[in-house]
């Protein structure tokens, strides 16, 4: 499809950007003067196209539902795409039409690029967040993770670039991602595919696998629980590429936001597909094309990749990085603080995690299962809860812990509002992910030595240190624990034996398969097999099992997948550098040729493997090649990966104002209790085990090394029990309907600071003090905010309504379509209209009505002469009478034929024969 171009004239200004109803990342800009005329132009419309819904459990909804961010994201996302589209659009429209004068990177007018960036919703998201200036401010984080640092607000707060520690490699030096063109070189070679990479290098068989003697296979997942807890860089909103609109599971072309990966001349998939699909990760606003255009090309901004998350420690998995989710997450009518929990099924009493609201969900079915009967995928913190029943069991711990923390916190504080409860709960259990990660995790993955040179003792909060997660940790360096992946699932019973009713699974059928921990025993069997079983040992010849290289998030399709070929891919993707930049960043040997490399890698196959395919030491990707380094002492990771992640765990500690350690935060008492709990602790307080390891990731035999729960220490909570002493002439402040109130104290005096519910807008004064005549004011009230009505940022896509409820919204689609996974775009059902089918069955009915009376009429015409045979026959109560027709006859119209009625009996006449048409 052509664009339509701009019509010449002096410099323009944009006045008004909208997104087309049906288009998931094309936009029109409407009323653009060019010599103060009003045209239309379309930027791109190659997106206004009828999606049809995917059958569930595809490979590709199953990824795109685990890299689906929250809506907040998803908006920030398509923002970036709306601006990216349109720059680039009038970049190349402004370049034809000024040919001698105009390069395509100078500046375009400032006033354009504002309005772009104003309307297309990326200017708030470039701009500092305003930071509330409560005492609350230092005594809870905020959700979104902004105002953690004063001076730096957005450092560590959700949907954010993440750190770069190295300036990107881009092959155009803005944007495009190393290996875009095939053609490119790199030290005179072009780079290896990376499925080519995983098939000679990565890949190991299932049985191939060797297991790790020291430590459980819980090492592994909490790895993963920790890194979901940090970090996650949504995709493209769009699936389909911006200018030529290919749908990206279709092309083997690199098209922004495609980038296939190519796969080896001798393999192709089962659908014929020469590539496997895989979507860019979105940029951050005003970076990469976006960027350079707002300065000349030596000040540009190279394109940022953007972290959703909060970078922080904080349980973000458990409360989420968005007020929205945070709100569905929360049990908002309870007095105790509590979350929500799964209404519809228990574990033995205890409870699990509620189902996502959009349903059907992408997660698999038990076989034979009714549609009554489905198991949704479960509603948590981070979308990935659901992506292997091991990491969902993990989430399940930490939600029954909130729980129980404030179940038991308001016993102790019954003064306590709701608000406090679920804020003190929520401060303690990040506090525990705090203490786990750092005292009982990561020493194990660097190894004694890299721990005290990266990371020593806390020495207090720095408020010059940045705690953003960087580009290189959650791209590379922190998917070291890939590698350490067990291809078995196992399922223990209380003797942490093999289950009898409960097989080991292949770890692709445990994935997006809640319904395996629901009706199979429910989570006790699981935690077991996490506890008992070790995990996976990271080899130079045994990198990645087929489970993950070659069935991933496989179900009941033939679609391959491959977590290692992603993995590289996504380095290229975020333009990272090279193994050996990195390598001389962290002060270490840059590896010149292929004997160097032998003196960091042992395994001289391995060498001789990546010398064959990278062809230089300088190409090496940094994942492979930080993967691939020989285990420094006590350790699982290499010198590389030790240096980067000791470097990133040490910034998440001392650039974090509520790090547990920090003396603001907690009490010396609760620090004390804080340090006495364990991960082991959790397990008992949250599941029916009696015994358990001392150390949950130390690999031990049953019942030798486990020892009982009553002999497992854990938290006291007294020392966070509180007296409320009623402070002068005030009395227990007033409770507010749809929001609550937390007290603190501020120059001595008793505050409260009341605050709405997510989709409510406090009005009235946010703090009260305690004066000596009573608070100073009285309370606020929340009113319903309607988001509704701002019909230029309106949360519904055109191609939906938007209909304003209490607390919030929907999005309504007209019959036959139906939201699509972003719940605020209407997609096609690929089923007809209801309307439709009451059409076509009330046509049906009166066509066969006008077909009987016509043939009645041409019945009683012709009927002139009508002989009628009685046949004084009765059998079983009946009687039959048979007409002729002389005339039907004639015409040759079908008569009827014999009828035949049970008889009626009339009271007064006596049986009658009843005659049917």
């Known amino acids: 499809m052509k664009r339509k171009g701009l019509k010449t004239g002096s410099p323009f200004t944009l006045e008004q950007l909208y997104f087309r109803p049906q288009c998931s990342a094309s936009l029109e800009i409407r009323s653009l003067n060019v010599t103060e005329e009003a045209n239309y132009f379309c930027v791109s419309s190659v997106f206004c196209r009828n999606l049809k819904k995917r059958e569930l459990n595809s490979l590709a909804q199953l990824f795109s539902f685990s890299k689906l961010p929250e809506r907040t994201s998803r908006d920030v996302s398509r923002a970036v795409e709306i601006m990216e589209t349109s720059i680039q659009s009038v970049k190349e429209k402004v370049s034809l039409k000024h040919k001698n004068s105009w390069h395509p990177t100078d500046v375009l007018p400032a006033d354009l690029l504002s309005t772009i960036a104003k309307v297309s919703g990326c200017l708030p998201y470039m701009s500092p967040p305003k930071c509330p200036n409560s005492c609350l401010a230092n005594k809870y984080r905020l959700i979104t993770g902004a105002c953690n640092n004063r001076d730096n607000p957005r450092w560590g707060a959700a949907n954010t670039a993440l750190a770069r520690w190295l300036p990107p490699i881009y092959e155009d030096g803005v944007s495009q991602p190393r290996g875009w063109d095939p053609n490119f070189l790199y030290n005179e070679f072009p780079l290896p595919k990376v499925r080519e990479v995983t098939r000679k290098i990565i890949h190991a068989s299932n049985e191939a696998v060797t297991e790790d003697d020291l430590y459980t296979d819980l090492l592994m997942v909490w790895g993963q629980y ?362 270490l040997q840059r590896l010149e040729n292929q004997t160097d490399l032998y003196t960091t890698i042992a395994n001289k196959s391995i060498v001789d493997k990546i010398m064959e395919l990278y062809k230089h030491p300088n190409n090496i990707d940094v994942w492979l090649g930080g993967l691939a380094e020989n285990f420094l002492p006590d350790a699982k990771t290499g010198p590389l990966f030790a240096c980067i992640i000791g470097r990133q765990m040490k910034a998440l500690r001392e650039g974090d104002w509520f790090w547990w350690e920090n003396k603001h935060v907690f009490t010396e008492a609760q620090r004390r209790e804080l340090e006495k709990h364990s991960l082991s602790r959790l397990i008992c307080d949250n599941t029916g085990l009696t015994a358990v390891p001392a150390d949950a990731f130390q690999l031990g035999r049953f019942p030798h090394d486990f020892k009982s729960c009553e002999d497992t220490p854990g938290i006291n909570l007294d020392a966070w029990k509180e007296a409320f002493h009623q402070v002068g002439t005030c009395s227990f402040p007033d409770k507010v309907d749809d929001g609550d109130f937390v007290s603190c104290s501020e120059s001595g005096k008793y505050v409260i600071v009341y605050s709405c519910h997510h989709g409510y807008q406090l009005q009235g004064r946010e703090q009260l003090t305690c004066t000596e005549t009573g608070w100073d004011s009285p309370p606020p009230i929340c009113k319903d905010i309607n988001e509704c009505e701002d019909q230029m940022n309106s949360p519904c896509d055109a191609s939906a309504k938007c209909i304003n409820i209490k607390g919030g919204y929907q999005c309504v689609c007209t019959d036959p379509y139906e939201l699509g996974e972003d719940e605020r775009t209407c997609i096609d059902s690929g089923r007809l209209p209801k309307g439709s089918l009451v059409s076509i069955i009330l046509g049906a009915i009166m066509i066969i009505g006008l077909m009987v009376l016509t043939w009645m009429a041409i019945c009683r015409w012709t009927y002139s002469d009508i002989e009628t045979t009685q046949t004084n026959v009765e059998k079983n109560g009946k009687r039959a009478a048979k007409m002729g027709c002389k005339k039907c006859h004639e015409l040759k119209i079908s008569q009827p034929e014999v009828i035949a009625q049970p008889v009626a009996k009339d009271p007064v006449s006596g049986p009658q024969i009843l005659l049917s048409m």
């Open 226 to 587: 920790i890194a979901h807890d940090i970090a996650f860089t949504p995709q493209s909103t769009s699936r389909a590429s911006f200018w030529e609109g290919i749908d990206c599971q279709r092309t083997c072309e690199s098209q922004n936001p495609c980038y296939p990966i190519q796969l080896p001349a001798n393999e192709t998939l089962s659908v014929g597909m020469e590539c496997l699909p895989f979507y860019r990760s979105s940029p951050a606003c005003g970076t990469g094309d976006q960027g350079s255009l707002f300065g000349n090309l030596s000040r540009s901004n190279p394109r940022q990749q953007m972290n959703s998350l909060t970078s922080f420690l904080d349980a973000s998995t458990v409360y989420s990085s968005s007020p929205a989710i945070e709100k569905k997450l929360r049990n908002l009518t309870s007095e105790e603080g509590l979350l929500q929990v799964n209404t519809v099924y228990v574990d033995g009493g205890r409870e699990y995690l509620p189902f996502v609201t959009q349903v059907p969900s992408a997660c698999a079915q038990a076989p034979n299962t009714e549609e009554s009967e489905r198991i949704e995928c479960f509603l948590a913190g981070d979308s990935r809860a659901s992506e292997v029943i091991s990491l969902a069991a993990i989430h399940t711990l930490w939600l029954r812990e909130h729980n129980r923390l404030a179940k038991n916190l308001k016993i102790l504080n019954a003064h306590w509002s709701s608000e406090t409860i679920y804020q003190e709960a929520r401060k303690i259990v990040g506090a525990l992910h705090q203490v786990i990660t750092l005292r009982d995790y990561i020493p194990k993955i660097l190894g004694p030595v890299a721990f005290e040179q990266y990371i020593g003792p806390y020495k207090g909060y720095d408020p010059t240190v940045n705690p953003t997660i960087s580009n290189i940790f959650s791209t590379a360096a922190f998917r070291f624990g890939h590698a350490t992946i067990h291809p078995v699932v196992r399922r223990l019973d209380a003797g942490f034996q093999d289950h009898p009713d409960l097989p080991k699974l292949h770890l692709h059928e445990a994935f997006f398969s809640p319904w395996r921990i629901i009706k199979e025993g429910g989570l006790d069997p699981v935690i077991r097999g996490l506890l008992a079983s070790p995990a996976k040992l990271q080899t130079q010849g045994q990198m990645m099992n087929e489970e993950v290289t070659e069935k991933l998030f496989v179900l009941s399709n033939n679609d391959t997948s491959d977590l290692a070929s992603f993995d590289l891919q996504r380095g290229r993707d975020h333009g990272l550098p090279g193994y050996n930049d990195w390598r001389e960043f962290c002060g």
